[in-house]
Every structure is written in structure tokens, then in C-alpha cells.
């Protein structure tokens, strides 16, 4: 996991960016190389709107992790099991087509005497699925991202999702479903905790 995360720091460098003009010059490039005219009126304010859409969609390059974690609650009545936020949806973009990944991930800790507000567990999800990604490196750092900033006893993730690159192009196969696990602490060293999280994710439909 940490080699896969080195290569992927939390917040990549953000120096020396393209403008917006050449950013909507390149998608003029790319409306010509398709086949289609820029300077026809349906598509005039088209660039426009697509570097506005790439900020959004790839917003999570200017947001970290850390900062999002950083806000922690210990007053919780001396729970310490399991924490587990699951069928948080999102969406990413596949690192090799910049097409779409649409999926889920499932987020479980056992905490250390501090918990995470419930909606930074999604806000994360959201920082690393905002940026280009393979499955795999998006899972390693979510868990990451929460091992390293909560320091629990242990970290669950589980990200379900279809690659659109796989369902629209290429091999054309729609509906499959990758599966991705990461586990830190109790989770990788003791079977019963991963089985719970199993049990928990299934069970309770
Ligand atoms: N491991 C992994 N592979 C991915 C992910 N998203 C897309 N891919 C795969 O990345 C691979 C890229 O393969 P290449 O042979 O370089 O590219 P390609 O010619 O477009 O491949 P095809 O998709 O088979 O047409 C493909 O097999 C994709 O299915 C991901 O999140 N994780
Ligand atoms: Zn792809």
C-alpha cells in the first residue's frame, strides 16, 4: 500500500497549471479532432463549460485529506467499536480514459479514543474520487488518509464500482463490478474484526 501511495502523494503539486484559455483552447483541439466545428453556435460556449465542469469534477487535486480529518470528537461515551459509513456514492474518472468510475465505498474504523465526524469519512471519499484514479490507489488512500490522521486500531475500506472504460469503449462489458479492499491494524491482522466488517456490509441490507 505504501508504495502505491508514495507515487500518489495526498495532494499532488498544483504548480505551473494552464490557463483557462489554453485549457478551453485544448478542448477547441479536441472538438476539431473529433470532427465537429467549435465555431458552430451549439458549441461555442462549449469549452467554456467543460474547463468550468473539470474544475468541479476534479476539484479534489486542490483539497487535502488532512485538513478535512483533522476535526475530531473524544467525547463519545467510551465507544470504542466499530464505525462503519457505508453506500457512500461517487464518482471519479479512470486515470488511463478519464472516463467515468461510478461506485460506492464503505468506510470502517475501530476507534482509538477519538472519532471522526460522519461526514468527513464522505468528504474524503469525495477529495480522492475528485481527482484521476485507479481504483485500487483511490482505495489504499482513503485508508491511508484515515489510518495516518485518526491513528484507530484499525481501518476498513471496500470500494464497489463500474468503470466506464470498461462499459462503454474497449471491451464493452456493462454491469460488471470491481471490487477493491484495504485493511490496516485489527482489520489486516484479525480475521474476526475483517469477517464483522464482512458481516456488517452484507448482512443488513
Ligand atoms: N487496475 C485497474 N485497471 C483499470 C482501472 N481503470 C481502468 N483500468 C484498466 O486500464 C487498462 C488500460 O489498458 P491499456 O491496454 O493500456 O489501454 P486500452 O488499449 O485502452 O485497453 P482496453 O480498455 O482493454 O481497450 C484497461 O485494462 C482498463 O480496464 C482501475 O481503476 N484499476
Ligand atoms: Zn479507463
Not at 38 to 52: C, H, M, N, S
Not at 69 to 87: A, H, N, P, Q
Not at 154 to 176: D, F, L, T, Y
Request: one cysteine or more.
Amino acid at each position: 500500500m505504501d508504495a502505491i501511495v508514495k507515487n500518489f502523494p495526498a495532494l499532488p503539486a498544483t504548480d505551473g497549471r494552464p490557463s483557462q484559455k489554453e485549457a478551453e483552447d485544448a478542448v477547441r483541439v479536441l472538438l476539431r479532432w473529433a470532427g465537429d466545428d467549435p465555431q458552430r453556435e451549439g458549441l461555442l460556449d462549449t469549452p467554456a463549460r467543460v474547463a468550468k465542469a473539470y474544475k468541479e469534477l476534479f476539484s479534489g487535486y486542490d483539497l487535502a485529506a488532512e485538513d478535512v480529518l483533522g476535526r475530531t470528537f473524544e467525547e463519545v461515551g467510551g465507544y470504542d467499536d466499530i464505525v462503519l459509513v457505508k453506500d457512500i456514492p461517487f464518482f471519479s474518472h479512470c486515470e488511463h480514459h478519464m472516463v467515468p468510475i461510478i461506485g460506492k465505498a464503505h468506510i470502517a474504523y475501530l476507534p482509538n479514543g477519538k472519532v471522526l465526524g460522519l461526514s468527513k469519512i464522505a468528504r474524503v471519499v469525495d477529495i480522492y474520487g475528485r481527482r484521476l484514479q485507479t481504483q485500487e490507489t483511490m482505495t489504499a488512500q482513503i485508508a491511508k488518509a484515515i489510518d495516518d490522521t485518526l491513528q484507530p486500531r484499525g481501518v476498513a475500506v471496500m470500494i464497489e464500482a463500474e468503470h466506464m472504460c470498461m462499459a462503454m469503449r474497449g471491451v464493452q462489458k456493462q454491469g460488471s463490478t470491481t471490487l477493491t479492499t484495504t485493511f490496516t491494524g485489527a482489520f489486516k491482522t484479525e480475521p474476526a474484526e475483517q469477517a464483522r466488517f464482512m458481516t456488517m456490509l452484507r448482512g443488513f441490507k
